[in-house]
């Protein structure tokens, strides 16, 4: 007589793991924001809100997009891709990315896509998708050399000399990691098993268009800060925008919304700008994010063979 064989977990239990923490933590980031900020407060902030300034924030974000696009296609080279689709093709698809990575939980949706398009251009299909993720890696390790500026430059919202230890302790402990591994050996073990960088002189350009990109945030930040006639001066920008941004690293978003908002209202708070005007100036920025965001699944709609084999 054969076992029972136990019963089977449904496999699409997992998929809702992820969508229901975002509900959960953003429920939670919006009840903190609606005992902080007063109904009224709220509304006013939101009639000194411009169209014209979301416009302008849409053309940056435009470019910003076209500044990402470059990068990828400059990354694709770098690794020794076979075949290169052209730069308008790249453009459209980098704003297809921008729908899936907004609509699709978990803000990876588009790097998937990308590295799933481009996998026939490498001899081995998986480099397509490891291009997508280095160039976030690029990406990040410029907006971290923004953010040190920032803390140069920007106004002193925490104590140095209570954070430094902590952050200089957490630096010590990733070289000891690297470190050990180098001395080991199982840091070239895995070196060896990632793709080669063809064209390494081509990480620079990468690097320098991916500031580039950054300092257009800023700029989309300032005109938002202006319209509204907040405070909020470009060294103040520089130190709260980066560090807004670093915290998407955290993948959980609803359309786009999430831990950026949730921490640049709190770091605005320190900054002594009414909650009500935080969330609305965040908020502008998401608004444009996702208009960006659609007009990537209109181009996909209009044009679905930009998502042919490059």
């Known amino acids: ?30 009840l903190w924001i609606s005992r902080s900020a007063n109904l009224d407060d709220f509304l006013r902030a939101v009639e000194r809100m411009p169209a014209w300034a979301l416009a302008v924030g849409y053309f940056i974000g435009g470019l910003n997009i076209t500044i990402g696009a470059i990068r990828w296609r400059i990354l694709m080279q770098a690794f020794g891709a076979r075949t290169l689709a052209s730069r308008g093709e790249f453009l459209l698809a980098t704003f297809v990315a921008q729908f899936y990575n907004t609509f699709v939980p978990g803000s990876f949706g588009g790097d998937l896509v990308r590295g799933y398009i481009t996998r026939k251009s490498f001899d081995q299909a998986a480099t397509g998708l490891y291009v997508v993720f280095f160039e976030r890696f690029v990406g990040l390790s410029a907006l971290c050399v923004v953010a040190a500026a920032g803390l140069l430059v920007g106004p002193r919202i925490v104590d140095y000399a209570v954070v430094g230890p902590w952050l200089l302790g957490a630096m010590l402990v990733l070289l000891v990691v690297v470190g050990l591994a180098a001395f080991t050996g199982r840091l070239a073990r895995f070196r060896s098993l990632l793709p080669a960088i063809r064209a390494p002189r081509l990480l620079w350009p990468a690097f320098a268009i991916s500031l580039l990109g950054h300092l257009t945030n800023l700029v989309s930040f300032t005109v938002l800060a202006t319209a509204m006639g907040l405070p909020l001066g470009l060294t103040d920008l ?18 786009g919304v999430g831990a950026r908002e949730a921490t640049l209202v709190g770091l605005l708070s320190l900054l002594h700008i009414p909650t009500g005007d935080a969330v609305v100036f965040t908020l502008g920025f998401a608004l444009v994010n996702i208009g960006l965001a659609l007009t990537g699944g209109i181009i996909q709609l209009v044009q679905p063979k930009v998502l042919r084999y490059h």
């Open 238 to 255: 520089a130190l709260v925008v980066p560090l807004g941004l670093l915290a998407t690293i955290v993948p959980i978003a609803m359309a």
């Open 1 to 30: 007589m054969s076992a029972t064989p136990p019963p089977k977990r449904p496999a699409s239990a997992r998929r809702f793991i992820r969508p229901l923490l975002s509900v959960v933590v953003l429920g939670a980031v919006a």
